[in-house]
C-alpha cells in the first residue's frame, strides 16, 4: 500500500506565499508522473501542475509564473511553491502520484485546504 501525506496549507493574505509538501511512503518500485491538484468549493476538481520523473513540467494556465512544482526523486516528495496567491486559488489541494509496483497505479492524497482572503 502507498500513503501520500500532504502538509503546509492554511490561510494566507491575497498575496502572500505558501509551501506545500507530499510524501510518498510504502512499497514501490518507481513514482512516475507526481502532480498537485485543487478543488474549490461546489467545482470539480482541477490539475494545477504536474511533474516527471525526469523532470518535465505542466502547469494550468491560471498559475503559470506564480507556482512552482519541484520533487525530490531521492526523498519521494513533491512540492508546491506559490507566491502571488489569490482568493481564487482557495481550495483543498491533493498530492497525486502514479507509482509503480509490479503495475503502475494512481494514488490520492487526503488533500489540504488552501484558503486565500481578500
Known amino acids: 500500500q502507498v500513503q501520500l501525506v500532504e502538509s503546509g496549507g492554511g490561510l494566507v493574505q491575497a498575496g502572500g506565499s505558501l509551501r506545500l509538501s507530499c510524501a510518498a511512503s510504502g512499497r514501490f518500485s518507481s513514482i512516475n508522473t507526481m502532480a498537485w491538484y485543487r478543488q474549490a468549493l461546489g467545482k470539480q476538481r482541477e490539475l494545477v501542475a504536474s511533474i516527471t520523473n525526469g523532470g518535465t513540467t505542466n502547469y494550468a494556465n491560471s498559475v503559470k509564473g506564480r507556482f512552482t512544482i519541484s520533487r525530490d526523486n531521492a526523498k519521494n516528495t513533491v512540492a508546491l511553491q506559490m507566491i502571488s496567491l489569490k482568493p481564487e486559488d482557495t481550495g483543498v489541494y491533493y498530492c497525486?502520484?502514479?507509482?509503480?509496483?509490479?503495475?503502475?497505479?494512481?494514488?490520492w492524497g487526503q488533500g489540504t485546504q488552501v484558503t486565500v482572503s481578500s
Open positions: 497525486n502520484a502514479d507509482v509503480r509496483y509490479n503495475t503502475l497505479r494512481n494514488y
